[in-house]
C-alpha cells in the first residue's frame, strides 16, 4: 500500500477493539469504545515522511486524540505519537487536518491508528518528501568508510585520514542554487 497516496481507513488489514463502518469508506469508533486500526507493510521507500494528514469527522466539539503506532498497541506495537484534533464539529463532514510527526517513517512498516474518541476517520496520506531538501545527517550516509571514524547518534565524530560519506537518492531538480554543509 502506498502511504503517499490516500489510503481509505474502511480497508484496514490489522484492528484490535471495537470498529464500525464509517462514513465514505472510513472507520468508526463507536460510542463508549475504543478501537484500534492499521496496515500492514505499507512501504515509505528509504527517506520516508514525518508529514501525515487525516479526514476526520468528530462526532463533538471537543478535543479527540488520535494514536499512531508502529505495530499494534496491545501485541507490543511502538507508539509514534498522539495527534490532536482540535476543530469545531460540522455534521456529516470530513475536516482534514495534518502534523509533523516526531521522526520519519521509513521503509515497511505496519502503521496503526487508535483512538477512544467518538469519531470516524475516512483515512490518511503521507506527504512524499525528497532527501535533497531536507536536512540530512552524518551518520545517515548510505556509505561510511574509511581509516577511523565513530557514528554516534546523528553524527559522525573521531574522523580519521581519507573517510567518504555517500549520499544516493539527491535529486537535486530546478531550482537547487546551492549545499549547506555545517559541522558542529
Given at each position: 500500500?502506498?502511504?503517499?497516496?490516500?489510503?481509505?481507513?474502511?480497508?484496514?488489514?490489522?484492528?484490535?477493539?471495537e470498529?464500525?463502518?464509517?462514513?465514505?469508506?472510513?472507520?468508526?469508533?463507536?460510542?463508549?469504545?475504543?478501537?484500534?486500526?492499521?496496515?500492514?507493510?505499507?512501504?515509505?521507500?528509504?527517506?520516508?515522511?514525518?508529514?501525515?494528514?487525516?479526514p476526520?469527522f468528530?462526532?463533538?466539539?471537543?478535543?479527540?486524540?488520535?494514536?499512531?503506532?508502529?505495530?499494534?498497541?496491545?501485541?507490543?506495537?511502538?507508539?509514534?505519537?498522539?495527534?490532536?484534533?482540535?476543530?469545531?464539529?460540522?455534521?456529516?463532514t470530513?475536516?482534514?487536518?495534518?502534523?509533523?510527526?516526531?521522526?520519519?517513517?521509513?521503509?515497511?512498516?505496519d502503521?496503526?491508528?487508535?483512538?477512544?474518541?467518538?469519531?470516524?476517520?475516512?483515512?490518511?496520506?503521507?506527504?512524499?518528501?525528497?532527501?535533497?531538501?531536507?536536512?540530512?545527517?552524518?551518520?545517515?550516509?548510505?556509505?561510511?568508510?574509511?581509516?577511523?571514524?565513530?557514528?554516534?547518534?546523528?553524527?559522525?565524530?573521531?574522523?580519521?585520514?581519507?573517510?567518504?560519506?555517500?549520499?544516493?537518492?539527491?535529486?537535486?531538480?530546478?531550482?537547487?542554487?546551492?549545499?549547506?554543509?555545517?559541522?558542529?
Open positions: 500500500i502506498d502511504p503517499y497516496g490516500f489510503v481509505a481507513a474502511g480497508i484496514y488489514t490489522l484492528s484490535e477493539g470498529l464500525a463502518s464509517g462514513n465514505d469508506r472510513g472507520v468508526s469508533i463507536p460510542p463508549n469504545a475504543s478501537g484500534v486500526f492499521g496496515f500492514a507493510g505499507l512501504d515509505f521507500g528509504h527517506w520516508g515522511s514525518d508529514k501525515i494528514s487525516i476526520v468528530a462526532l463533538s466539539d471537543g478535543p479527540c486524540t488520535l494514536s499512531l503506532w508502529e505495530g499494534l498497541p496491545g501485541q507490543g506495537g511502538k507508539h509514534i505519537a498522539d495527534l490532536e484534533y482540535r476543530k469545531k464539529m460540522i455534521w456529516n470530513y475536516q482534514e487536518e495534518s502534523w509533523t510527526l516526531p521522526r520519519r517513517l521509513r521503509g515497511l512498516v502503521l496503526c491508528i487508535a483512538s477512544s474518541d467518538r469519531l470516524h476517520v475516512q483515512g490518511f496520506r503521507f506527504e512524499r518528501q525528497e532527501r535533497a531538501w531536507g536536512r540530512v545527517y552524518a551518520a545517515e550516509a548510505d556509505g561510511l568508510w574509511g581509516d577511523s571514524f565513530r557514528r554516534e547518534e546523528d553524527w559522525v565524530r573521531r574522523i580519521g585520514n581519507n573517510v567518504a560519506l555517500r549520499y544516493e537518492g539527491m535529486r537535486f531538480v530546478a531550482g537547487a542554487k546551492s549545499l549547506s554543509i555545517s559541522c558542529a
